[in-house]
């Protein structure tokens, strides 16, 4: 039990690694969450910091959520019942996607998660999550809206588990579940800006250039 302690907090301190916030700090010298949307992630990373700087900041964040996963590795040998790993893990990449909402290193104020959710669930659940990840591309291709293309592509997760008979039990079944719940709540306030039409689109050719309204939007 305390080495199943141990690495959900280990979990949880790999997705406290707030890496927009350290990039933009070393790179620019700012404070990414004073900027756009106050929201320590790949989209604002972007925007402000680049779009180089920007996938770094994605790559490290979908790191995390994957290697959390496998922390479990660790503590394999001394579990013999499948479905109790199996929960483990969705315990582990749980505690990842905390991390990065609320960072221990940041002050608890991070991202939406997306890119630690998407890492930690491509390594529980690949063929569900890459079709999601199709879908995003698809959806975000039309409309160049980060969060919406995140909350549909969210939304289908559970649909994808259960298309695919490997992915129908309940416990895959529950977690996407909880998956597309937990990007949902995160977005509430750009479901807001979507119906008020104030959501901001994203031009994946910005290069690095600060808007003139760098007024941080209320959350």
Not at 75 to 86: A, G, K, R, S
Not at 87 to 98: D, G, H, P
Request: net charge positive.
């Amino acid at each position: 039990m305390v080495w199943l302690c141990a690495l959900l907090i280990l979990a949880y301190l790999l997705g406290s690694i707030p890496s927009a916030v350290w990039i933009g700090k070393l790179i620019k010298g700012i404070d990414i969450r004073e900027y756009g949307s106050g929201n320590a992630g790949t989209t604002n990373a972007i925007r402000f910091l680049g779009l180089k700087n920007g996938i770094i900041v994605f790559i490290i964040d979908f790191s995390k959520g994957f290697a959390a996963v496998f922390l479990s590795r660790i503590y394999t040998p001394d579990i013999d019942n499948e479905n109790f790993l199996l929960l483990f893990r969705f315990a582990l990449a749980f505690f990842a996607v905390i991390g990065h909402i609320f960072p221990v290193f940041a002050k608890f104020k991070g991202g939406k998660g997306i890119a630690t959710l998407t890492g930690s669930t491509i390594a529980l659940m690949p063929i569900p999550v890459l079709l999601c990840i199709m879908i995003f591309t698809i959806v975000f291709i039309i409309s160049y809206t980060v969060s919406i293309s995140s909350m549909i592509a969210a939304i289908t997760l559970p649909i994808m588990c259960f298309i695919f008979a490997r992915y129908t039990d309940t416990s895959h079944l529950i977690f996407s579940a909880i998956v597309a719940i937990i990007v949902i709540i995160t977005h509430r306030n750009n479901i807001i800006r979507l119906l008020n039409g104030t959501e901001p689109k994203l031009n994946i050719n910005i290069h690095n250039k600060r808007k003139q309204n760098n007024k941080k939007i209320n959350e």
